[in-house]
């Protein structure tokens, strides 16, 4: 095959294009300390760090109702405190105004403070959580409870909000939000059992201010046993934060170890590639500068 200037000069072109694809290649790693600049360039690393992104808006959504989820938890672990405190006081008044030092007087004292504590505690039931009722159940917008007027003892009436809108915190893995309305204050007897006591005390009847105490006594039992609950599911989400953190960490290195370059090894191939480039148009311009004569010589 005879070799003539063409064709020389075509394929030292040729490698000259390659090397510079090269360099800009080697540049482009330098600059951005991206390993890649398209897809096509590996698909399979492609998509592993597709996936891994994927992966990681996920856990942002993740950790959004994680947060969520525990300053709810915070929330109704406040409200149970104070119903607490609202129960203990209730029982106080109640065990005073049961005795035989009690009469109507003190009685219809006890009357006024009751009714408040059934206010207060009606408060709490409808107390707000962004932009609905922390109790409302399934129906967060309805207000759940409210105070009836009808005579000496107040008394209330309730929509019994029921059920939950369960969170997912992590990859098949749901938590309840919280409890309804109907599981704190109706199903431990907690408003019926301020209510019948404000009863009990209108009717300035010591034998029933003595049975109202019962009913008191379960209410605080249940409450105590909703904020075991409260508390277990915050430490459940303070795991699953954790568990957040640590595979958020190995989804950012496992990303990192496919798309990034490390800095030193990008800078020393492309000083490679730079190098390797000026050797071949130095090599270039001599052969294809060369006449008949000079070879000759």
Do not use: C, W
Request: glycine fraction near 8%.
């Amino acid at each position: 095959m005879r070799i003539t200037n063409n064709i020389m000069q075509r394929d030292q072109l040729a490698r000259i294009q390659t090397g510079l694809r090269q360099v800009a290649d080697a540049q482009y790693r330098a600059t951005t300390g991206l390993r890649l600049q398209r897809a096509s360039d590996d698909p399979v690393v492609a998509s592993g760090a597709m996936q891994a992104r994927g992966s990681l808006r996920a856990l942002e959504q993740y950790r959004r109702n994680v947060d969520a989820a525990t300053a709810r938890a915070s929330a109704e672990e406040g409200v149970l405190d104070r119903l607490t405190d609202t129960l203990m006081r209730a029982k106080e008044l109640g065990l005073s105004e049961a005795s035989g030092t009690a009469n109507e007087a003190t009685r219809a004292a006890a009357l006024e403070e009751v009714n408040q504590l059934l206010r207060f505690a009606v408060g709490l039931a409808n107390t707000r959580l962004g932009d609905g009722f922390l109790f409302g159940g399934v129906q967060p917008q309805a207000r759940p409870y409210e105070v009836t007027e009808g005579g000496p003892a107040l008394d209330f009436t309730t929509t019994s909000p029921r059920g939950s809108l369960p969170v997912e915190v992590s990859a098949g893995q749901h938590l309840d939000a919280g409890h309804d309305g109907a599981t704190v204050f109706e199903d431990t007897g907690t408003l019926a059992a301020l209510r019948d006591l404000a009863r009990a005390l209108s009717d300035n009847d010591p034998a029933a201010v003595t049975a109202s105490l019962e009913g008191l006594d379960t209410a605080f039992n249940g409450v105590q046993a909703l904020i075991g609950d409260v508390g277990a599911r915050m430490n459940a989400l303070q795991v699953t934060d954790a568990n957040l953190d640590a595979l958020e960490i190995n989804l950012k290195t496992f990303k990192s170890n496919l798309e990034e370059v490390d800095f030193e090894e990008a800078i020393t191939e492309l000083v490679s590639r730079q190098t390797a480039m000026q050797a071949a148009m130095l090599a270039t311009s001599r052969v294809l500068g060369m006449n008949l004569t000079e070879y000759l010589r």
